[in-house]
DNA sequence: TTCAGTTGTAACCATCACAGTTTCATCTGT
DNA sequence: ACAGATGAAACTGTGATGGTTACAACTGAA
């Protein structure tokens, strides 16, 4: 199973409000139209990001600003926001193996360990990039397109 | 969004091969009892596992034969066989960002080599992991319940 | 104080993946 | 021939996803 395009969104909108604050009112109807979706899913991952804790969003007038350093806000972060799994666990164990068999009453001790070791690596990769990242990124693509 | 309790059958399905082969007929509605679901879930599993070339399975008389090695057959391996996904991307993008939007057309750019950095550190962390691993465990589970 | 612009949210809809079930054809060793 | 097993088709229910319309609520500015 992939994970939802709401982290990649997420993501897109990040950089559209740190590229084009300056110069745009960067509200769900811009950032709709960057993203190419409805302004109502650029709203509802809004909605995520501010019960998350990441952003504020501005009522009636419009704008989005992060409550924290960009350096501070990974990959982790808005993956967390944006597609939390009950459990936080990565893996859909089937619910109900045999007790009265050995290996159905062993197999979450046998496994859960690994499975863990796995989503780490994964989680751990992600708290590596963060949205500053994302700034610097696009002011050098943009500076290469613009040359 | 989880993987699929696929791959957690799948794997399930190997131990209980390796601990009752000599003992039981392991057959698909063997396992159903051991993972408590319908043998046709099993069924399907095994034949994706059959396509991945992991193991054969004997129509008639029933019976299943990993094809290689356990020290040969990772998570990764039964993960790629079970839940695989299209163009092998574990992350959704968003299909059409706008191309007239400067983020919109570099978005891609900025974010593919990152996205499929974290994808690798999940692969190869699984790939850390082999069926062996799963004997080997198993194994002494049971001498611990045993005892 | 009205008004235009914006966010927040509810109520839908279509599509898809997943897990499960029934049914039956097909294969294989005895 | 038969019992026991796999293979596969067809169907169901459930839930997530992505999308859309509609409208209430908020805000700053005219």
Redesign the pocket.
Known sequence: ?QI???FTIALHIFTCVDTFQEEY?V???FLASSIN?????I??I??QL?QAGLIT???????ITPTRPLSDITFYDVYKAV?SIEDDTLF?FHENPNPQCPVGRNVHGLLDGKLKAIQDAMENEMRKYTIEDLRDGMQELLTVEGS
């Open positions: 199973m939802s395009s709401r009112k509200t769900s109807d979706t409805n302004p109502v899913i709203r509802k809004l909605t501010k969003v501005a009522r009636g007038t419009g704008g597609d859909h």
